[in-house]
């Protein structure tokens, strides 16, 4: 089980730290972060495998945000700097599958933590 908190409402060009809390030991998950805004279809943000040696990121993310993690919390974290009105959204943990080779595709994950949202204001 996933839980992701850490969202809420700021202004455009404020930062935001999400969480994404596991109930097992996250050595044993890759984690990706999605998000969904209203209307849309919902897209990848970012992923970082087991151990941190491998990080992604969408091309709207990269230079402003970053995940990493901390295995003795059980806790992957996704920073996120100046932030724009077009990231408002519900933002999304998930556990990999394990047996893809890609980790853009929601398909590639089976456990979802209950989405946080996130609200930039212009």
């Known amino acids: 089980q996933l839980q992701a908190s850490g969202g809420g409402l700021v202004q455009a060009g404020g930062s935001l730290r999400l969480s994404c809390v596991s109930s097992?030991?996250?050595?044993?998950?890759?984690v990706g972060w999605f998000r969904q805004a209203p209307g849309m279809e919902r897209e990848f943000v970012s992923f970082?495998?087991?151990?941190?040696?491998?990080?992604s990121y969408a091309d709207f993310a990269k230079g402003r945000f970053t995940v990493a993690r901390d295995n003795g919390q059980n806790t992957v974290y996704l920073q996120m700097n100046n932030l724009k009105p077009e990231d408002t959204a519900v933002y999304y943990c998930?556990?990999?599958?394990?047996?893809?080779?890609?980790?853009?595709?929601?398909?590639?994950?089976?456990?979802w933590g209950q989405g946080t949202q996130v609200t930039v204001s212009s």
């Open positions: 998930a556990k990999h599958r394990g047996d893809t080779s890609g980790w853009t595709h929601d398909f590639e994950y089976d456990s």
């Open positions: 097992r030991a996250t050595t044993e998950l890759h």
């Open positions: 970082i495998n087991w151990n941190g040696g491998l990080t």
